[in-house]
């Protein structure tokens, strides 16, 4: 039986790499913001909830005690892509100057920031909070996105840096027999990504640059992760795993 902690485990992607690891009899712990969608999630898995804002350094320090003090697997999920639903900031026009353009400039930079928090530092703070308790021969598997690749604005820069940041972790951790890896999905059904923006004919748009000619599933990721969480992935470390239909090619 392993420990193993999943973050963004209460809906989507996370929540089936939860249910899988629990179903093959794993002891789990989901992490989120959200208390009353981890409760839930939690009931229905029997795994341990655990609400904390992985981006706050206190609150990441606050639930130190909450947390496995062994971790065989630590899946990175936490994120999303914080332009969604909100009004996206632009730069100061050629004609604005001052402090009009410090107002534009500081929306932007809030923008950014915000994704860098959601994506990247919640992997960064959770992972090195953890380092010291992961099991030699443990697993780090992070979720990227395919916009890293393709881009995406900050939350494309933001997944980029997960890729950079992963190559860092696989070196640290290698010594004591832990991989670091990267799942980077496209499009994936079952999840709250689009916040239910997602138009018809940009699904389509998205599903034709695919060579399955299909949207991934949270199924279709979940056993990418499995795998890299497995023994049979004992000499894979420090790779970018592509999980998107062949809508990019990851060559």
Do not use: C
């Given at each position: ?51 904390c804002d992985l981006a706050d350094v206190e609150a990441v320090g606050g639930v130190l005690d ?106 640290e951790l290698g010594p004591r027999g832990i991989t670091a890896n990267v799942v980077s999905p ?66």
């Open positions: 039986m392993r420990d193993v902690v999943v973050s963004g485990g209460g809906t989507g992607i996370g929540l089936a790499v939860a249910e899988h690891f629990a179903a093959a009899g794993d002891r789990v712990t989901v992490v989120g913001r959200r208390p009353d969608v981890l409760a839930t999630a939690a009931e229905r898995l029997g795994a341990t909830a655990v609400t909450a947390l496995p003090g062994r971790v065989d697997v630590l899946v990175n999920n936490a994120g999303g892509n914080t332009d969604i639903g909100a009004a996206r900031p632009q730069p100061p026009g050629p004609a604005v100057t001052g402090r009009s353009a410090a107002v534009a400039l500081a929306g932007l930079a809030a923008g950014w920031r915000a994704n860098l928090d959601a994506n990247l530092m919640t992997a960064v703070l959770l992972t090195a909070a953890l380092t010291p308790r992961l099991a030699a021969g443990g697993r780090v598997v992070t979720l990227g996105s395919i916009a890293a690749r393709t881009g995406a604005g900050s939350y494309g820069a933001a997944k980029a840096a997960l890729e950079a940041w992963t190559v860092d972790v696989a070196r496209g499009l994936t059904t079952g999840t709250e990504f689009f916040r239910g923006r997602l138009t018809g004919e940009r699904r389509e748009q998205l599903v034709a640059r695919t060579l399955t000619g299909r949207a991934g599933t949270v199924a279709d990721v979940t056993a990418v992760v499995a795998f890299l969480a497995s023994a049979a992935a004992g000499h894979l470390t420090g790779q970018v795993l592509h999980v998107n239909g062949g809508a990019h090619l990851g060559r």
